[in-house]
């Protein structure tokens, strides 16, 4: 099989299964349709990219719609980011000011009008035969490259505030589909820098070697993709969204300095503290899988933000963390209770608040050092 064949293939593969799982985020019934809309259009674009092979097939000379195909890659990453924004936040809608994400896309365009799209196709095949020589071509590759590593520093930040927002407000097992997430856009990141290292022999003496990293980025690409849908149909409730006007408790105690204010006295402190640990011994409210600390806040009447700082900085633990801690403690004492040897793990786990089982070994091995199982069995 040639190389030219083995391209057709695995491109017609590529653009099934991408359309395919557009279509399908497009008609599924779900309360997270800007989240699928965005992947489903993130998708599409990607076969746009891939399409180029079949698209040569067709059309055997340089065309004003052929240039626009291969510039909406620069559609893709900018997709991609306010994906991770509509994920990772409740609160997420699509606004005017997010059409500044297509300026590169409108600059790329733009630079091209007066050699490209202005002329006729005599002049349109010659710009094409000595792009190397281009400096529009040129000027574009660096944008989209310097495009690329912008946003992808912005998708790893937005990761990890979303994180320690989860971790300072929810108890949820989120977490670990934050973790997921980051580990998706860490590959998403070797295929993008695959493909810079694909136009970096593109205007190289060995063009050819270009052609067979588009096979491995095609192949890769495809892996990637199913990678994901699996993992989102396996997990319908993948993502607990946080509310993005929540702030950092590092920002809060920041701003408090700035003022020179306190939230609390020593004393008030003191008062809240007793108040919250009697709340959780009585109340148990730990026992909710989908506890927030605006739950517990409603329930002793102490406000989100003066709670945080007593959690997350006072107690310099987070609310996570310190809800894991109380359900952990629940989990022991049924563990140690001889009554109950014949309640099964995964009936403790449910029954004192987590709803995962991986999250609860992790919890678990965290506080006593032992899985729950050797746990039991050393007492």
């Not at 495009?147 to 300072?168: D, G, N, P, S, T």
Request: aromatic share 14%.
């Amino acid at each position: 099989m040639g190389k030219i064949d083995l391209l057709i293939i695995v491109t017609v593969v590529s653009l099934f299964i991408s359309l395919f799982l557009a279509f399908f985020l497009f008609a599924v019934k779900t309360k997270h349709k800007i989240s699928n809309y965005l992947f489903a259009t993130f998708l599409i674009l990607s076969a746009i990219d891939t399409s180029q092979t079949l698209f040569n097939l067709i059309v055997d000379k340089p065309s004003n719609f052929g240039m626009l195909r291969g510039l909406c890659a620069f559609l893709q990453i900018p997709v991609f980011y306010l994906y991770v924004l509509s994920v990772c936040y409740s609160d997420f809608k699509l606004k005017p000011k997010h059409l500044l994400h297509l300026l590169p896309f409108v600059i790329a365009n733009a630079i091209l009008i007066p050699r490209f799209y202005a002329v006729d196709v005599a002049s349109k095949i010659n710009f094409i035969q000595n792009y190397q020589n281009k400096i529009e071509i040129q000027f574009n590759h660096i944008l989209i490259h310097v495009q690329l590593i912008v946003y992808i520093i912005a998708v790893f930040m937005v990761l990890r505030k979303a994180k320690k927002l989860y971790l300072e407000n929810c108890t949820g097992t989120s977490i670990s589909s934050y973790n997921w997430l980051f580990q998706f856009t860490v590959v998403l990141t070797i295929l993008y820098s695959g493909a810079l290292l694909k136009n970096v022999f593109k205007f190289s003496d060995y063009p050819y070697v270009s052609e067979w990293i588009k096979i491995g980025l095609l192949v890769f690409q495809l892996f990637i993709v199913c990678w994901y849908l699996f993992k989102a149909l396996n997990n319908p409730g993948l993502f607990r969204s946080i509310d993005s006007k929540l702030q950092l408790v590092s920002d809060i105690v920041l701003e408090e300095k700035n003022n020179a204010q306190l939230a609390v006295s020593e004393k008030e402190y003191n008062e809240d503290l007793l108040k919250l640990q009697q709340y959780m011994a009585e109340e148990k409210p730990f026992l909710d899988p989908s506890l927030t600390i605006q739950d517990v806040s409603k329930g002793i009447a102490i406000p989100v933000r003066d709670l945080s700082l007593l959690i997350n900085h006072r107690l310099e633990q987070h609310f996570y963390d310190f809800i894991n801690t109380y359900r952990i403690e629940s989990a022991m004492n049924i563990l140690k209770d001889v009554t109950k040897s014949k309640v099964t793990i995964l009936e403790i786990l449910y029954d004192v608040g987590f709803n995962s089982k991986s999250s609860f070994n992790t919890a678990f091995k965290k506080h006593t050092g032992f899985t729950p199982t050797d746990y039991r069995k050393a007492l």
